[in-house]
């Protein structure tokens, strides 16, 4: 085998320009250490691997050469953990709902820097298949933007326009699967064996079975099941979404080298992020759950060194909506970790968050928090409060059965709750992919309507609308104070409400996740600074706390944390170093925190209210306070 390294080596040498080999070389040999072991572990056994992966370290090269002078620089200028700022805050939508276009994007650019955004995530805006597309999550042109959405020429000067004002692009990378419209399924279907290997085509309708006996469910109401049968194909093709989303075989070294590619062209055109899409089911074994395998680690960490020789100010990010005990590993677990994706979202924390919202419980998320590992060096976490998908239950059913360290609560209850199910219960959203309201799969709805703000604007009760006010931001404070990079989801800054209007709309009448994915009301947006309503409100406070963020360096991604459950008043304390106290009331009734027990010290300032703290503190429900020692 050296003797082919060295040869494989030669022939990616040969193939860099002058201009970038000597540094391309340096990173190559650095990164080799990580690349060429996983892809052996993956694939030496492939007769097809020597082949196909000499091929494509010359086109590894041609992309590099072919990185745009300014992206080259960018990657000179990026230290690692160079996002580990108290000021990065990240903001997600969608191209359309958000402005129409990329060009209109690059046209509200302004807006979001002046909301202190400095991380962008457009939700895909890659050509998606026609007809139903799972919100663009069916990909059918990994190098082209969607005609509906602009050209690849906007992109490019979107992220220009970007860049410019210090905000990077994320862009969804959705590897797991491609759009049954896509180039290479079209080919699988006319009957192309090369094709057909790119998916996991399966001819026995036992061994579909043998496989479905022990993998889970995403869509159990929408698409039950995780295989699709396809007569063209002369048997089943594994969908483990919908049946127009084709699962990529990624045991194939073809499908590696083209859409590890794809993902370079991309960041060619600016893309600065990658969110690695369904991080979690890439590998498949029998008698598994298809999920977390070594093997999708594996394929991680040889992307993760494929970026850093080729584009290396990229960052990859997994979205891998699993249990918490899952989740560390994709930051990589080989070595001092660190080799995998250099953000994760923290999906566990986000709906310990609902939940102890809904049963008015501190320690559920104090639980989660102190059971969270510290990333590694160069990785931090994902803090949202909403996303464009539903509220997962299940990644909190180990912690709700009462083995996370907090007493045991009622996940179908929560599901109930937030479906306005619940005597009692302000919100307003619905249950998702549940079979019947006493097995909770997910929970849609935009976060104000959640809170029961909409509810209580309409019914025009002024306590209730403040209640509901100071869950959004208690939820929001929380985000922002916590240890990771905030991510805000678009509209939530104008406290926007679920927009039904989806029930219309021959494609996504069914996908109940629509109910959160609103359009952008640019009339309130546009008059945030003249307007007095609770848009304009919520917009001014979360702007301000955002700059309060990026002026207090204790709230840095990887500052360290701790967080308890204050035991004579249930209210949630988070420490961020010495001298940085967040506190969260999770009930709906006034409580006090002594302000002169040993914990805390005893002088404060009160950030949020502006003002010197007295002890004891009182804490209204719901409320949130940031105290800096003074
Ligand atoms: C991810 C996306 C989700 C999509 C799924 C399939 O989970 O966030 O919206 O339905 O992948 O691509």
Request: proline residues 5%; negative net charge; charged residues 15%.
């Given at each position: 085998m050296p003797s082919n390294v060295n040869r494989l080596r030669q022939l990616f040498a040969d193939a860099l320009s002058a201009e970038v080999r000597d540094r391309a070389m340096l990173r190559f040999d650095h990164e080799e250490l990580a690349l060429m072991p996983s892809l052996r572990a993956l694939y030496a056994a492939d007769v097809r691997f020597v082949e196909v992966i000499g091929k494509w370290l010359i086109a590894l090269a041609q992309s590099i050469n072919a990185r745009p002078p300014a992206l080259r620089l960018l990657d000179e200028q990026r230290a690692s953990g160079w996002f580990d700022r108290s000021d990065m805050v990240g903001y997600c939508a969608y191209v359309d709902r958000f402005a129409g276009t990329l060009a209109g994007v690059e046209r509200r650019v302004g807006y979001l820097r002046d909301l202190g955004v400095r991380y962008l995530h457009l939700l895909p805006f890659l050509h998606t298949r026609s007809g139903d597309n799972d919100g663009g999550f069916a990909v059918r042109d990994y190098g082209e933007v969607d005609p509906a959405l602009g050209s690849n020429t906007d992109l490019a000067s979107l992220t220009a326009a970007l860049r410019a004002q210090g905000i990077s692009l994320c862009a969804d990378f959705v590897l797991n699967h491609t759009a049954d419209d896509h180039a290479w399924a079209i080919a699988a279907k006319s009957g192309s064996v090369t094709h057909q290997d790119y998916y996991h085509r399966i001819a026995d309708a036992g061994l579909v079975a043998r496989y479905e006996a022990t993998l889970p469910e995403v869509f159990p109401v929408s698409a039950p099941g995780n295989f699709t049968r396809v007569d063209a194909l002369d048997g089943w093709v594994w969908t483990t979404f919908y049946p127009y989303q084709w699962d990529l075989n990624w045991s194939n070294p073809k499908v590696f080298a083209e859409m590890s590619l794809a993902m370079l062209r991309l960041a060619n055109l600016g893309v600065e992020v990658f969110r690695i899409d369904s991080a979690a089911y890439l590998w498949k074994r029998l008698g598994t759950a298809c999920t977390n395998l070594p093997e999708c680690h594996l394929v991680l960490r040889a992307l993760r060194a494929v970026a850093a020789i080729a584009a290396p100010g990229v960052l990859l990010k997994?979205?891998?909506?699993?249990?918490?005990?899952?989740?560390?590993?994709?930051?990589?677990?080989?070595?001092?970790?660190?080799?995998?994706?250099?953000?994760?979202?923290?999906?566990?924390?986000?709906?310990?968050?609902?939940?102890?919202?809904?049963?008015?419980?501190?320690?559920?998320?104090?639980?989660?928090?102190?059971?969270?590992?510290?990333?590694?060096?160069?990785?931090?976490?994902?803090?949202?409060?909403?996303?464009?998908?539903?509220?997962?239950?299940?990644?909190?059913?180990?912690?709700?059965?009462?083995?996370?360290?907090?007493?045991?609560?009622?996940?179908?209850?929560?599901?109930?709750?937030?479906?306005?199910?619940?005597?009692?219960?302000?919100?307003?959203?619905?249950?998702?992919?549940?079979?019947?309201?006493?097995?909770?799969?997910?929970?849609?709805?935009?976060?104000?309507?959640?809170?029961?703000?909409?509810?209580?604007?309409?019914?025009?009760?002024?306590?209730?609308?403040?209640?509901?006010?100071?869950?959004?931001?208690?939820?929001?404070?929380?985000?922002?104070?916590?240890?990771?990079?905030?991510?805000?989801?678009?509209?939530?800054?104008?406290?926007?409400?679920?927009?039904?209007?989806?029930?219309?709309?021959?494609?996504r009448r069914l996908e109940g996740r629509w109910l959160h994915r609103p359009a952008m009301d640019w009339v309130l947006a546009d008059a945030v600074d003249a307007g007095d309503g609770i848009a304009a409100a919520t917009?001014?406070?979360?702007?301000?706390?955002?700059?309060?963020?990026?002026?207090?360096?204790?709230?840095?991604?990887s500052a360290p944390l701790r967080a308890w459950t204050d035991p004579g008043s249930a209210v949630l304390v988070v420490a961020r170093g010495e001298n940085f106290l967040a506190l969260f009331n999770f009930t709906d009734h006034v409580q006090t925190l002594d302000l002169r027990a040993p914990d805390h010290g005893d002088a404060w300032f009160d950030l949020l209210a502006g003002c010197r703290c007295l002890s004891p503190l009182r804490i209204e429900p719901y409320g949130t306070h940031w105290l800096v020692r003074q």
């Open positions: 997994a979205e891998a909506i699993m249990p918490m005990r899952e989740l560390p590993r994709y930051f990589g677990s080989g070595g001092r970790g660190g080799e995998e994706c250099h953000l994760a979202y923290h999906s566990s924390l986000m709906a310990a968050t609902w939940a102890g919202l809904a049963t008015q419980r501190a320690d559920i998320v104090a639980s989660v928090l102190t059971r969270s590992p510290r990333p590694p060096s160069g990785c931090a976490w994902i803090n949202y409060v909403r996303c464009h998908d539903d509220i997962g239950w299940q990644v909190l059913a180990h912690e709700a059965a009462g083995h996370g360290g907090c007493a045991p609560f009622d996940l179908d209850w929560v599901a109930r709750f937030y479906a306005g199910e619940v005597a009692g219960s302000y919100a307003q959203g619905e249950a998702f992919q549940s079979q019947g309201l006493e097995h909770a799969h997910g929970s849609n709805g935009m976060a104000a309507s959640l809170v029961g703000l909409h509810r209580a604007i309409a019914s025009g009760d002024a306590e209730q609308q403040q209640l509901a006010r100071r869950r959004l931001l208690l939820l929001y404070g929380l985000c922002l104070s916590g240890a990771g990079v905030p991510l805000l989801y678009m509209g939530d800054e104008l406290a926007l409400g679920n927009d039904e209007s989806f029930r219309l709309h021959p494609q917009h001014a406070t979360l702007r301000r706390w955002i700059g309060l963020r990026a002026a207090h360096p204790e709230l840095a991604p």
